[in-house]
């Protein structure tokens, strides 16, 4: 099993009002979806370290990590082969779409679930949501 990474990039960790979306432009299957930006930990990374750089490679920015979004079962399943687990973050700077998406979106609180998510997000967005 592969471990993926994701940050909800919010305006605030205390009190979010918007929070970040990112358009997939690849793989085909997957172009035009929206999810949370992240991506694979690569070997000797830790969870946060492949975070922090894959927020560098995708959107260009450096984040502040705040609680991790805990799914009751460790992990949030995308596949059979991938989990996933997420943290709230805050940024510095303007994400930018480098790499694997064509579009950002900030989502404001209340319509985060507008936009139609990869399937392995929905429920994530969903407790997002409530939290």
Known sequence: MRLVVGAAIVDDLRAPTR???A?????PALAGRWELPG??????ESPQEGLHRELREELG?????GAEVVHPDGAWPLTPQLRMRVWWAVVDGE???LEDHDELRWLPRGQWSSVDWLPGDVALIAQLERS
């Open 95 to 97: 994400p930018q779409p």
């Open 39 to 44: 991506g694979k930990v690569e070997p000797g």
């Open 23 to 27: 358009r997939r432009s690849a793989p």
């Open 19 to 21: 929070l970040l979306a």
């Open 61 to 65: 920015v450096t984040a502040r990590l």
